[in-house]
């Protein structure tokens, strides 16, 4: 297996398209297909519908992504922990939420290294539930969801705690789900289609203790998938699949375009607080310059 053919997946399914995706590979769309093959060779099933024209990601090469993603993120970080260790610089690990990993990392770490560009990073993208015990196994720093339900407690650890900011999931369908019917109301009349978060999980036990309960109590619905991963679920919608509550910072753009349509007026949302925690008892001089970088940048925003 090359870790090319799990690059080669993710930027088909960012393109959906074999030609854009060769282009952006910088191979010809014959050599990207092959590739493609060769994955759906190794791992034993089909992830493309060839009879279809356009072709279309089946629903499984979907599913795949995020787990996709984080495989390949690890193997990167693998490497650069070995070139780091080679050369005695010291790395900043963060343990993110995986729909935080996709909406505020990026925003926040480029913030991070335009103030301090000699920094060395890494991110360790979790499940929530998960992210307790990556970051008191090797965090520096935690970035994660919190409700008034479930929270973190580190109260027995010389553990900063950082407010950053909320989230919120909300209902979505793709606007041209919502075009099979005449109106919002004969829509929500109908059986609605649920792709949700697998139960157990933070995410779907802040849906189940908030605005679920009524939707499944006044109307009729058929759960249709269970997954564990945001990003999953968001593909899953965009391919009109049916409605997934997803937090605003992973789709703010297609909500803007129009391409995903908020049922939330009519399903109810569910406000989520995002936490940055920070280890002081890291012994990191890198890791501290970073939290009161942090730190700093959110003071001034609640100031302005």
Not at 67 to 72: A, F, L, Q, S
Not at 86 to 101: G, K, M, P, Y
Not at 246 to 260: H, R, V
Request: charged share 25%; hydrophobic share 40%.
């Amino acid at each position: 297996m090359d870790i090319k053919w799990l690059e080669d997946l993710l930027i088909l399914l960012e393109e959906k398209s074999f030609t854009r995706a060769a282009l952006r590979r910088h191979v010809t769309q014959p050599a990207f297909s092959r590739r493609i093959r060769l994955l759906e060779e190794w791992i034993g099933v089909d992830l493309i519908d060839r009879k279809t024209k356009p072709i279309q990601v089946l629903p499984v090469g979907t599913v795949l992504e995020e787990g996709v993603r984080d495989v390949v993120n690890r193997l990167y970080a693998l490497r650069s922990d070995a070139q780091a260790n080679a050369e005695n610089r010291q790395r900043v690990t963060f343990i993110v939420q995986h729909t935080l990993a996709l909406s505020l990392f990026p925003l926040l770490i480029r913030k991070i290294k335009q103030a301090l560009p000699e920094t060395s990073y890494r991110i360790n993208p979790e499940n929530n539930d998960d992210c307790e015990n990556a970051f008191l196994k090797e965090g520096h720093f935690l970035l994660g969801y919190e409700t008034t339900y479930r929270s973190f407690d580190f109260s027995h650890l010389p553990v900063h705690r950082l407010p950053i900011g909320t989230d919120r999931l909300v209902p979505v369908v793709s606007k041209k789900f919502t075009g099979r019917f005449k109106n919002d109301e004969e829509m929500l009349a109908s059986s609605l289609p649920l792709l949700l978060y697998q139960q157990g999980g933070f995410m779907a036990d802040a849906l189940t203790k908030t605005c679920l309960p009524s939707v499944m109590r006044n109307h009729r619905v058929e759960v249709i998938c269970e997954s564990a991963f945001s990003a999953s679920l968001k593909e899953m919608v965009l391919a009109d699949m049916g409605v997934a509550w997803l937090a605003k910072g992973i789709i703010s753009q297609e909500l803007d375009t129009g391409l995903l349509v908020s049922l939330e007026a009519m399903l109810g949302s569910t406000e989520l607080n995002i936490l940055l925690f920070y280890r002081q008892d890291s012994h990191s001089e890198q890791a501290e310059q970073i939290f009161r970088l942090i730190e700093g940048l959110f003071a001034e925003s609640s100031e302005s």
